[in-house]
């Protein structure tokens, strides 16, 4: 309740502060505005959303299936752990907007451009994470299953991805908010279809109600797909709740 008080306090003033201060309509359209251009545009906002869903999906769908074989391989090889682990960390320090281009160049205008460009964003939270959960497990658990008996994959699997199940789960809710920016960024550089596309035609248009309109519904998609993790982590570690209970 709250947070949809704070929502709807933002919106009014919004809606106040564009009538009050006069704003022209392509620097900040009133909130009434935007709705309604996104009420007479939902047909083509809904492809467009589409689009730009499946993209942040599928990559950050691939980015936690190879961020999690990164974060095993880091835990399990100790030459990975002082070579890929620190350049994974490095990567880091290049602006991912100046590999995007390169991105486009490697694999065109299609949808895996886009998607190269989410991974670019997703990757690095997700395996970080994961390696920071390995690496918390607590060592008297791995050595009490050693003494019992336990070989180096039930050791694994009984104690360390339990123990790193947090920090994927805090790496993929990272990685899902700014999965969306990522595809944005994509489909700015090299798409024809997508939100992202839509907002940046919409500006070179000075259609300002029709730019926030885009705006608005890719924030609420990485909303929409922080919640969905959200609910997963719960579900997947709904028996650690129940223990603390």
């Known amino acids: 309740m709250p947070v949809v008080l704070f929502i709807l306090l933002l919106a009014a003033a919004w809606e106040a ?5 006069e704003i022209p309509h392509y620097i900040i359209p009133k909130l009434s505005d935007v709705l309604v251009s996104m009420g007479d545009n939902w047909r083509l906002l809904s492809k467009h959303f589409a689009i730009t869903l499946g993209e942040a999906v599928l990559g ?17 090889s100790g030459l990975a752990k002082k070579t890929i682990y620190p ?17 486009v160049m490697w ?6 451009s886009k998607v190269a460009v989410v991974i670019l964003f997703t990757f690095f939270p997700i395996a970080v994470n994961t390696a920071d959960g390995f690496r918390s497990a607590d060592p ?6 050693r003494t019992m008996g336990a070989g180096r994959f039930d050791r694994f699997r009984k104690w360390k991805i339990p123990s790193a199940l947090p920090g994927f789960f805090t790496g993929l809710k990272m990685a899902a908010a700014i999965s969306v920016g990522g595809a944005t960024l994509g489909e700015w550089l090299g798409g024809e279809n997508g939100l992202g596309m839509y907002t940046k035609r919409a500006s070179n248009m000075l259609r300002g109600e029709a730019v926030f309109s885009g ?21 997947a570690l709904a028996h650690r709740r129940n223990k603390n209970e």
């Open 140 to 145: 008297d658990i791995g050595e009490l299953l």
């Open 60 to 76: 950050l769908g691939i980015s936690a299936v190879f961020g999690v074989l990164a974060a095993v391989w880091i835990e399990s």
């Open 17 to 21: 502060g564009a009538r009050m201060f």
């Open 215 to 235: 705006v608005l519904l890719l924030s609420a998609m990485g909303v929409l797909l922080f919640l969905v993790v959200l609910a997963v982590e719960r579900a």
């Open 87 to 103: 350049l994974i960390v490095t990567s880091q320090t290049i602006p991912i907007i100046a590999l995007s281009p390169i991105m």
């Open 107 to 112: 694999f065109g205008y299609e949808i895996w």
